[in-house]
């Protein structure tokens, strides 16, 4: 498995961690148990999987076109579904004079990056998968 | 027309390898600067290499990279 296989599950992991998290302390804590998607802070362990040991390749031309792809799905991902789906709904959501809460702003940021990220893995690993 | 055509790369890699003391596809990885999944991919048909790549493989086999890669063209 090479360094991108394996921090593309190190992040599905996390990410899945942190939403189960989320949604076993959310009948307890209410809203504050979106404080447990600060386990997805973990996330930024990810470069260690790039650690570069003697003689060893840990990402070549096509990790990084693989990479690049990858990003590059999670963000068309992240604008169609996100921001599409966020422009769409708060208009009759919130109302044109209406005041978003402070806690949805803070934690679509956390969604979004989750979104993005959890796409962005995949992808990684289907390509890698599909050789 | 030659914008109508389609091609497809194919590669000796596997054939070189064997031929060169059975070299493993780490091996080969390690001499060009690559993982071993590049070189899986590359053998399978699965990946274009770029250009550096490409002559790096021809290098490790001392042969030039025509004799490595090929280019098919469909109509």
Redesign the interface.
């Given at each position: 498995m090479?360094a991108s296989q394996k921090h593309a599950w190190f992040n599905l992991v996390v990410i899945s961690v942190s939403l189960v998290a989320v949604g076993c302390l959310y009948p307890i804590l209410g809203w504050k148990a979106h404080g447990a998607l600060g386990f997805s802070g973990l996330l930024g362990l990810g470069p260690f999987f790039y650690r570069k040991r003697k003689?060893e390749?840990?990402?070549?031309?096509?990790?990084n076109l693989i990479q690049q792809r990858s990003a590059l799905l999670g963000y068309s991902i992240f604008w169609v579904v996100y921001v599409l789906t966020a422009s769409l709904l708060s208009p009759f959501v919130y109302g044109i004079d209406g005041s978003v809460p402070v806690v949805v702003v803070q934690f679509s940021v956390f969604y979004a990056m989750v979104l993005f990220i959890s796409v962005g893995s995949l992808a990684t690993l289907i390509q890698?998968s599909?050789? | 027309m030659a914008g109508d055509k389609r091609a497809k790369l194919t590669n000796r890699i596997r054939r070189f390898r064997f031929e060169r003391n059975e070299m493993t596809q780490q091996q080969l990885a390690s001499q060009v600067g690559v993982t071993r999944q590049t070189i899986i991919a590359l053998e399978a048909g699965k990946y274009v290499p770029s250009l550096l790549l490409a002559l790096r493989i021809a290098r490790a086999f001392d042969v030039s990279v025509e004799d490595v890669f090929q280019l098919e063209e469909e109509e």
């Open positions: 090479s003689g390749v840990v990402l070549d031309e096509r990790g890698h599909r050789g | -």
